[in-house]
């Protein structure tokens, strides 16, 4: 079974600093993209970082310069440094992983899989 498990999250002054983590487990042929992704209340699911398997990133505007999201290839395990942080930081974050593994039959099935939410809280 493959899985991604965040952690990381909870509650933080404005200004303050939080790092999130993502590892994966299972039977990973190989992950292509990993990043992260929140989603706020009453709002929809929207980028913040992703990197790929050769070091290329994709940063949103709302977080660049304050942001920085790193990745260890051999460890399937992808991070998110949050500095100076805002209250219109507060979200659930994401893990996302554009991934190939083997399923129950060993058959590949190259997917995008999503951790569960881990809630980050921006007070001001």
């Known amino acids: 079974q493959v899985q991604l498990v965040e952690s990381g999250g909870g509650l933080a002054q404005s200004g303050g600093s939080l790092r999130l983590s993502c590892g994966a487990s299972?039977?990973?042929?190989?992950?292509?993209?990993m990043g992260w992704y929140r989603q706020a209340p009453a709002k929809e699911r929207e980028l913040v970082a992703t990197i790929t398997n050769d070091g290329s990133l994709n940063i949103a505007d709302p977080v660049k310069g304050r942001f920085t999201i790193s990745r260890d290839i051999a460890k399937k395990t992808v991070y998110l440094q949050m500095n100076s942080l805002k209250p219109e930081d507060t979200a659930v974050y994401y893990c996302y992983a554009d991934m190939t593994y083997k399923n129950y039959v060993e058959a590949l099935v190259a997917e995008k899989r999503w951790g569960q939410g881990t809630t980050v809280t921006v007070s001001s």
């Open positions: 299972g039977s990973i042929v190989a992950i292509w993209t």
